[in-house]
């Protein structure tokens, strides 16, 4: 079953089509939640901490859906995060999944871009858009290729201590543009933790 059509509820409508759609709605909300407590008076940052970095490292449990052989793999990542006190970031990540494989079909992915991270109550939620390459393993060994990948993403922090988060959740959607059989998406979601390096 095409991995588009299976993702559809109603209206014969891919889910590529479905998310383009719905971006719209998904953009005006978070400008509305970025805008709503900007406008709310009495919330001054600390003029101290401005300008100041975090740089936090982490490990994941990974799961990642493959549109290519609609294949369930499983495996590890690792990330990390740089980010200021006025919210904007950069993140690197891999994910290797190489267990649960079929056939030998597996892949591994490397990438890295902005992230916006916010607070609300104790949970700190983020969205992301990152750029980089995936190794890809095809079935029975037949043959190995290595494609651009472009991800956009998001998830949920919750900080245990003032050096470990737990990552509740990680969800990315992935595009593979340059696939060899045509354009491949893949949909993920991790799991994991994060220490606080300075």
Request: charged fraction near 15%; charge should be negative.
């Amino acid at each position: 079953m095409n991995f588009l059509l299976f993702l559809d509820c109603s209206r014969n409508q891919t889910w590529g089509d479905k998310f383009w759609d719905n971006l719209g709605w998904v953009l005006l909300v978070l400008a509305g939640s970025l805008w709503c407590p900007a406008m709310a008076p009495a919330q001054v940052a600390a003029p101290a901490t401005d300008g100041v970095f975090r740089l936090s490292a982490g490990a994941t449990g990974s799961y990642a859906y493959l549109q290519y052989g609609q294949r369930n793999l499983l495996g590890p990542a690792a990330f990390v995060d740089v980010d200021t006190v006025r919210k904007f970031g950069i993140e690197a990540e891999g994910h290797w999944l190489d267990f649960h494989q079929i056939a030998d079909e597996h892949a591994e992915t490397y990438s890295a871009g902005l992230r916006y991270h916010w607070d609300l109550a104790r949970f700190e939620p983020y969205a992301k858009g990152l750029v980089g390459f995936a190794n890809f393993n095809f079935p029975y060994n037949y043959a190995h290729g290595r494609y651009l990948t472009v991800t956009a993403g998001g998830g949920l922090d919750f900080p245990l201590t003032q050096r470990f988060n737990v990552r509740v959740v990680d969800v990315e959607w992935q595009d593979w543009p340059q696939f060899t059989f045509g354009n491949m998406n893949s949909v993920g979601a991790s799991a994991g933790f994060s220490v606080r390096i300075f």
